[in-house]
């Protein structure tokens, strides 16, 4: 089985980010940057396929120079080999515009399934692998938890809301969102690390792939979000701010 | 190009809240531009939902139906919503942002060149469409540009569907042509993963725990200060992720929607996925060491610091109090 892994660098979790000035994206300079979670749970569960019934994991992925770190991560990790989309203005293409470089880039590849995380922790569009599915003419699902081959196809475990779950059957090729959570991830063996370094890394440009920017959505301007209530941030000691609020809860709100 | 359409879901046999809250983005929309407010319900038997929602929409409804059309699949929903959409030339589609929308909208979209302006949290004159950023720490306004239907979808509990106004919407019957080999998946039966018997729903205070708590061995803290609360415990997702709690003790879109009197936040960031499951507690205290933590933008009480100073703290305030 041929799986194709789209997978995004984002800030790491709880890094401090600050609008940049212009207003339409953040900065960069201090950050440090992770794989998006999500991505991650999509890599691990194409390891695993393709550890049950063989085949080439390929990941691919979407951005600028320093990208190359988290590719060299899901190298690392087992993937085989991959493809780097170089892309210096993420934050001003539209979750089409994306989507378009990436299935242009994974079109010659015909692989049997295309992965990705179900939604970037940074622009949180959550849109990529529905929208590359179109663009592929490839049948998908999202929110997806666990993946099985089957003789016809693939067998999914799909998550509804409110703690519902779905199986859902596929024929292949397919694309599937996969949501986090669904399986353990692991880490890099100090051998894997060893091996990414000589694993194939393939660079492609939107000019290579025939793709202009062209949004039809634009982010406009970034802002700190307005408070939705008026917060007391209660001041002191752990053992100040304990007593204050056992108050709180008493006298205020009433539920001691 | 006309038209204000806002395609309603159904929800265990009804028309599901955030449907009507899609219905008052569409309102707003309204207002900008004089169009009035129509509605899509779409599915294998409508009648019901288009009685149901004609009773609170100005303009008029539509019935998408077709057999193929339950149960709910990309391919038939996309299918049928492309030819109501090649028919009508709507200038605005709205949604509710649901799992099912975000599972098939954006490909709808695409169909026609067009991007879903997804998770929005609020319309402001343009219109600019604002939604959130980094896990909720910014927000961003968005416009659509070109010629074309607009897609967009309201997150749940932004926009105000109590609206009373009342009204007897003209009902129409759109007649989509699909093929069942048109249908690419084949879905199952809804199922759960094992039986509902913690009910987070009817606690009167919770204490919730997400990451800041690190280790599943420092749990037991957790447990303490819902012990001298008389608490229930929630937990972010990763928390359940990580097989620390059972699942059905967490809190957010994947998981229950609570509205207790006390909702205590521990080492949890507030993530947008969370914040829809708890929003609408009465009262919320956060604990957590990140000033700029999304929770506290919906927190009445804030503790910025180290939990593992805080919560044993408050648990002996807490027990102190009783005595």
Redesign the interface.
């Known amino acids: 089985m041929k799986i194709i892994v789209a997978i995004k660098q984002v800030p790491e979790r709880d890094a401090p980010v600050r609008v940049a000035l212009s207003r339409q994206w953040i900065e960069e300079a201090d950050l440090q940057f992770a794989m998006n979670e999500s991505d991650a749970y999509a890599l691990e569960e194409a390891l695993q396929l393709k550890e049950k019934v063989g085949g080439e994991v390929v990941v691919i992925s979407a951005g600028p120079e320093r990208v190359a770190t988290t590719i060299r991560e899901a190298l690392a990790k087992g993937a085989d080999r991959a493809i780097h989309v170089e892309c210096d203005d993420m934050a001003k293409r539209d979750a089409l515009g994306v989507a378009r470089l990436l299935a242009e880039a994974v079109r010659p590849e015909n692989p049997d399934l295309v992965l990705t995380g179900l939604q970037s922790d940074d622009l949180g569009y959550g849109q990529t692998g529905v929208i590359m599915a179109e663009l592929l003419s490839l049948p998908h699902a999202s929110l997806i938890l666990h993946v099985e081959r089957t003789d016809s196809g693939i067998t999914v475990k799909r998550e509804l809301e409110e703690g519902w779950f779905q199986s859902i059957e596929l024929p292949t090729p397919a694309v599937l969102m996969i949501q986090s959570g669904g399986t353990k991830l692991r880490y890099a063996t100090l051998m894997g690390i060893k091996r990414a370094k000589t694993k194939e890394l393939r660079k492609v440009t939107s000019a290579d792939l025939g793709i202009e920017n062209a949004p039809v959505v634009t982010l406009e301007n970034i802002s700190l979000p307005q408070k939705q209530r008026s917060t007391q941030i209660l001041q002191g000691t752990a053992r100040d701010t304990a007593a204050t609020l056992v108050e709180k809860l008493k006298f205020e709100v009433r539920v001691l | 190009m006309s038209g204000i359409f806002v395609v309603i879901e159904e929800r265990q046999g009804r028309i599901g809240r955030i449907s009507w809250e899609a219905v008052a983005a569409g309102g707003l929309l309204a207002r900008q531009t004089g169009a009035k407010v129509n509605a899509i319900v779409i599915g294998a038997q409508t009648e019901h939902f288009a009685a149901e929602a004609a009773k609170r929409i100005s303009g008029k409804v539509v019935r998408i139906e077709h057999p193929l059309l339950a149960p709910y699949t990309?391919?038939g929903f996309s299918i049928a919503l492309e030819q109501f959409i090649r028919t009508e030339s709507p200038e605005f589609l709205v949604f509710p942002h649901?799992?099912q929308v975000?599972?098939?909208v954006?490909?709808l979209?695409?169909?026609f060149?067009?991007?879903?302006?997804?998770?929005v949290v609020s319309i402001e004159d343009g219109p600019?469409y604002t939604?959130?950023?980094?896990?909720?720490?910014?927000?961003?306004?968005?416009?659509?540009?070109?010629t074309?239907t607009v897609f967009v979808s309201v997150q749940s509990g932004a926009f105000r569907a109590d609206t009373t106004e009342s009204f007897a919407a003209e009902v129409s019957v759109f007649n989509s042509a699909i093929e069942s080999s048109q249908i690419?998946?084949?879905?199952?039966?809804?199922?759960?993963?094992s039986a509902?018997t913690v009910d987070l729903g009817s606690a009167?205070?919770i204490v919730a725990v997400g990451r800041g708590i690190r280790e599943q061995e420092n749990l037991g803290m957790i447990q303490e200060l819902a012990a001298a609360?008389g608490a229930e415990i929630a937990a972010s997702?990763?928390i359940?992720?990580n097989g620390w709690l059972p699942?059905?003790r967490?809190v957010g879109?994947?998981?229950?929607?609570v509205a207790p009197?006390?909702y205590l936040a521990v080492g949890i960031?507030g993530a947008i996925q969370h914040l829809v499951g708890m929003?609408g507690s009465?009262?919320?205290?956060?604990v957590n060491k990140?000033?700029?933590a999304?929770i506290?933008?919906?927190?009445?009480?804030?503790?910025?610091?180290?939990l593992f100073?805080?919560v044993?703290?408050?648990t002996?305030?807490?027990k102190?109090?009783?005595q």
Do not use: N, W
């Not at chain 2, 720490?137 to 416009?143: I, N």
């Not at chain 2, 690419?184 to 993963?193: L, Q, S």
């Not at chain 2, 506290?296 to 180290?306: K, L, N, R």
């Open positions: 990309a391919d649901t799992y975000r599972d098939y954006p490909a979209a695409a169909r060149g067009r991007v879903l302006i997804g998770d600019a939604r959130q950023l980094m896990q909720g720490r910014l927000t961003a306004s968005y416009r659509a540009s070109g074309g690419r998946t084949k879905p199952g039966e809804a199922f759960r993963d509902q009167q205070a609360l997702r990763p359940c992720d699942i059905e967490q879109s994947s998981g229950q929607t009197k006390l960031s929003k009465q009262c919320i205290v956060a990140d000033p700029e999304p506290f933008e919906v927190a009445d009480y804030g503790i910025v610091g180290d100073e805080v044993p703290a408050l002996e305030a807490l102190a109090a009783h």
